[in-house]
């Protein structure tokens, strides 16, 4: 039988060697490094210099730099008659609270998601007191239960006819920093573009001038490749580069007669979706040209195979496409009689992932929004 003195010796050896690891921060913060967003939160409980470390700014800008937000793992669904997001629709095999509880943590009044954008989301809330208009605007790291409340534009609310319109510029492969741009009506009937920046805590000095066309509906629009897109009826539309700070002409897919089902960006390509409409189960998907010139059909999509599944009585909507590192691997996610499904677009299988009936109204037909969920310690 071992000796006490020989097991207490045994047992000594990886714990010195254990207390030499733990001291050696510059090897501890390469473990971590390399530990996934969400588990690693949970290890600011082992030690005050772990929560100091993954606290760090710094430490979260080089983890986001490890492991950059490319692939949502999940979907904040929100019912179009309803503001705050009613479930979590997991797209990968883990576990993933259906609650959604950092909107709880928040305690904000009126709180509603406006956009999702590589794992930060822009929030807004209707609350009123006397110290501003009667809307605030928030960026939000869901991940971290992280917010920032963003100052409203110097002297330009008193110019307002119409509540303002916000889009969140965030791509952490080219940048850390994030930008908010704001698009507001004036007198004339016209509107005016400010920028805020992240990287000077300010909004620009530069009032840029936008001119919205009638078929422009200038609340709708995508956030891809460093730049905002609007579609359009007609031939062309026009997009805002963020960074020259500029509008530009953009061309649309022929479609004739067609209506757009669908209008998105993924992994850097901007899709629209266009079809005889939402009940028929057949529409193309087109990508833009990465020079901007033109459009391309990139998937066709057929979906008559599962009819014997569905009984078709509610609108097909689409939710989101998901472009895959491996283009074997990218889904579109759609929503047909209720159930929430994902179909490769390369092996055209297909998995349901929610009834969304059962869950939010087992009477009838719901439309949702989609806001994709990035996992990411990026600080706002």
Known sequence: MMS?????????????????????????????????????????????????????????????????????????????????PQLILPLKNEPIPITMPFLDYLNIPGFCIDQSCNGLLLCSSTCLDSTDLGYWFFICNPTT??????????????????????????????SFNYKVVCFYQVTSGGYEIDVYSSETGSWGLNQ?????????????????????????????????????????????????????????????????????NRLVLEFDIWELKADYSGWFMKYHLDLHSMRRELTNRYPLSVLSLIRAEKEDESTIVFVVDGRAISY????????????????????????????????TLIHV
């Open 344 to 375: 490769n677009l390369h092996d055209r299988r297909s998995k349901m992932l929610c009834d969304l009936l059962q869950k939010t109204n087992p009477c009838g037909y719901l439309k949702f929004h989609a806001y994709e969920y990035f996992k």
């Open 145 to 174: 239960n992280h917010l920032k409340r963003i100052s409203h534009p110097v002297h330009k609310f008193d110019k307002f006819h119409l509540p303002p319109v916000l889009c969140l510029a965030f791509d952490p492969l080219k």
């Open 4 to 84: 006490d003195s020989r097991f207490k010796q045994s047992r000594s050896v990886p714990s010195s060697a254990a207390e030499m690891i733990g001291n050696n921060l510059d090897l501890v913060t390469e473990i971590l490094l390399r530990v996934p967003a969400k588990p690693l939160l949970k290890f600011k409980c082992v030690s005050k210099q772990w929560l100091s470390l993954i606290s760090d700014p710094k430490f979260c800008a080089s983890h986001t730099h490890h492991q950059p937000p490319t692939a949502p793992s999940a979907l904040f669904l929100v019912n179009y008659l309803a503001s705050r």
């Open 208 to 276: 840029i001038p936008f001119v919205n066309p009638p078929s422009l509906k200038i609340h709708e629009w995508v956030f891809c490749n460093d730049a905002i897109h609007w579609c359009s009826l007609e031939e062309s539309s026009q997009y805002f580069d963020v960074s020259s700070e500029s509008v530009n002409m953009l061309p649309m897919p022929p479609r004739g007669q067609l209506d757009i089902t669908y209008f998105g960006g993924s992994r850097g390509h901007l899709h629209m979706g266009v079809g005889i």
